[in-house]
């Protein structure tokens, strides 16, 4: 078994650090994953990934994944909570629990996860899953980045459907969706039932058998996750630019460095709408720079011209702690690079693209792949 193994602490914080990068500013609360990695390495259970040739014939994969906004709790939801009695958690990892609720419901052995998309707690947090209930991850996932809409993953491109799925909320309500008219219902329902959750709900579904995943996720991405976290360790130890080395090393592109000076944002629909404004400094002085966001990074500005949109990775990089950063952790005042990594060529398919060029955000432009926006 062509199994990679995550052999101690260190390896665990890159793994998480590379995550957040590919995370693009969602995907989840770093502190999060990494405390679900612990726990397992704790309790002595194997943490690592495998390619599909590992998995046994006749056994199937399938997708934990929580959903629900990032943005943060304002003090009327609060007190919803405490009315609706919300007060402690009975399912502190409800991925588990979800995960063997599918199980128990469609009677299949699932015998490996894939995460929905990266990012510091949805990526490690399928990995952590997988190693509780002795089952395998997969070393790739259904975007190559975090994504706000489950109608922007590889499985919906490929006629894959979500259901069955299940739900279980940290609080232990538990649904099914049995079944959805299309990938957009599924996606309501899946909102809705999230929001009345006030947070994140474990969902799972897009069973899909062991024999055919490999034409249907995106490969290989945990290891690159590794490997950014690395270079990450790797400029810290010595006292080199994070987000430079990165470029240098992984082919990013440096897109903008500046301070943030404004930052609206709403909850609208169950997902956390912003722009973080940045004043441009060094290089970038007397300039304006603009990341606009749905959960995660999707159009980049510079003044009012837009420079890179989604698909495309646009991706925060906090230059005092050097690391990745995600929105809702993102302040006035704080100095950060923007650097930008194309995509994975799955996303660019018509079919894809259709879910996540600038134009499904709001935007009446064309898509234009970074690498080409880059050489003008």
Request: with cysteine.
């Amino acid at each position: 078994m062509s199994k990679k193994i995550l052999q101690n602490h260190e390896d665990l914080v890159d793994f998480v650090q590379g995550c957040l990068l590919y995370g693009v500013g969602g995907g989840g609360n770093p502190k999060e994953g990494l405390k679900a990695l612990e726990a397992q390495m704790a309790d002595g259970n194997a943490l690592g990934w495998v390619q599909p040739e590992d998995l046994p014939a006749g056994s199937w994969v399938a997708c934990a994944f929580l959903m629900g906004s990032t943005a943060p709790l304002t003090p009327d939801k609060l007190q919803q909570m405490k009315e609706l009695g919300l007060n402690e958690w009975t399912y502190p990892n409800n991925l588990v629990e979800t995960t063997k609720f599918l199980e128990e419901y469609t009677g299949k052995h699932i015998s490996a996860l894939v995460p929905l998309e990266m990012g510091g707690s949805n990526t490690p947090l399928p990995v952590a899953v997988a190693a509780a209930l002795g089952k395998m991850a997969l070393d790739g996932d259904f975007a190559g980045r975090a994504v706000p809409e489950i109608t922007q993953v590889t499985p919906v491109g490929c006629g894959i459907s979500f259901t069955p799925a299940t739900s279980v909320d940290k609080w232990g309500n538990k649904s099914i969706i049995v079944d959805t008219i299309n990938i957009d219902m599924a996606e309501r329902l899946g909102k809705l039932i999230s929001d009345a959750s006030f947070g994140s709900t474990g969902l799972c579904g897009f069973l899909i058998p062991a024999e055919d995943i490999k034409n249907i996720y995106v490969p290989n991405t945990m290891t690159e996750a590794l490997k950014a976290g690395q270079v990450i360790r790797k400029a810290k130890a010595e006292r080199r630019d994070v987000a430079e080395l990165l470029c240098r090393e992984l082919g990013f592109y440096h897109l903008f460095r500046g301070k943030v000076i404004e930052k609206p944002w709403e909850d609208r629909d169950g997902y956390y709408w912003g722009t973080h404004v940045l004043e441009g400094t060094g290089p970038f002085a007397g300039e304006t720079g603009k990341v606009v966001f749905k959960n995660e990074n999707q159009l980049f500005y510079v003044g009012d011209q837009l420079r890179v949109s989604s698909p495309d990775l646009i991706i925060n990089i906090d230059n005092n702690l050097g690391e990745g950063r995600r929105n809702d952790d993102i302040k006035l005042g704080d100095d950060l690079t923007i650097l930008g990594c194309p995509c994975k060529a799955a996303l660019r398919t018509p079919i894809m693209l259709s879910t996540l060029e600038p134009k499904h955000f709001g935007v009446d432009a064309p898509y234009v792949p970074i690498e080409d926006a880059m050489k003008k």
